[in-house]
């Protein structure tokens, strides 16, 4: 349960948590690195998603155990079978799961961004439409997670490589919507043991 003391509400939009990766440049399995507040990096994020979203998805691997990972009951679990292939393949599997969902906007979050504030989450939220593109940006640098409405959903499901979503952003620059934040966690995902370590350091 929700705490009432809360300041934010559950967002309309469906959270999609990219988590399949190799995670190579780490050299483990950095999902379940832990972080200064020992808590573990892909749950510290599905519970902030958890915190603000009505409904929360994460994207894993054909040979993950969810419950080695921890995943909490009330995430869908999506397979991505050809994550192998890259992170849009991840991204495609994510969205083709998501088609009979009533959302009208998914927020792409990555799983190794733990530090984003809820207060970004919920200025993202509020700009959400099916026909928009919202995209937090932070000292001129884009960030994540991004905001994809439903008009762009059969667009994500046809990405190649490891770009993500960045291509149907570049296509449709038109409706892109860009926020500026007040922070830094936007753009602080972990790839390296030095990353984690960052975090513990002030003002990260």
Do not use: Y
Request: hydrophobic letters at 45%.
């Amino acid at each position: 349960m929700r705490s009432k003391q809360s300041t934010t509400r559950p967002c309309p939009c469906h959270a999609l948590v990219l988590a399949a990766g190799q995670g190579l440049r780490f050299g483990s399995d950095k999902r379940q690195a832990r972080l200064p507040s020992g808590q573990a990096l892909l749950g510290t994020t599905l519970a902030q998603a958890l915190e603000h979203f009505s409904d929360v998805s994460v994207v894993l691997r054909a040979d993950d155990d969810p419950s080695l990972l921890g995943i909490d009951p009330r995430i869908s679990v999506v397979w991505a079978r050809q994550a192998h292939v890259g992170l849009s393949a991840s991204l495609a599997a994510g969205i083709a799961a998501l088609q009979d969902s009533p959302a009208q906007a998914v927020a792409v979050l990555l799983g190794d961004m733990p530090s984003i504030a809820p207060t970004t989450l919920h200025a993202l939220c509020c700009q959400a439409r099916a026909d928009r593109i919202v995209v937090p940006v932070h000292q001129g640098q884009r960030g994540h997670p991004v905001i994809f409405g439903r008009a762009f959903w059969t667009a994500l499901e046809q990405v190649l490589g490891d770009q993500g979503g960045r291509q149907v952003i570049q296509a449709n620059a038109h409706a892109c919507i860009r926020v500026e934040v007040d922070d830094p966690g936007v753009l602080l995902d972990v790839d390296t043991p030095a990353d984690l370590a960052a975090l513990a350091r002030p003002g990260q």
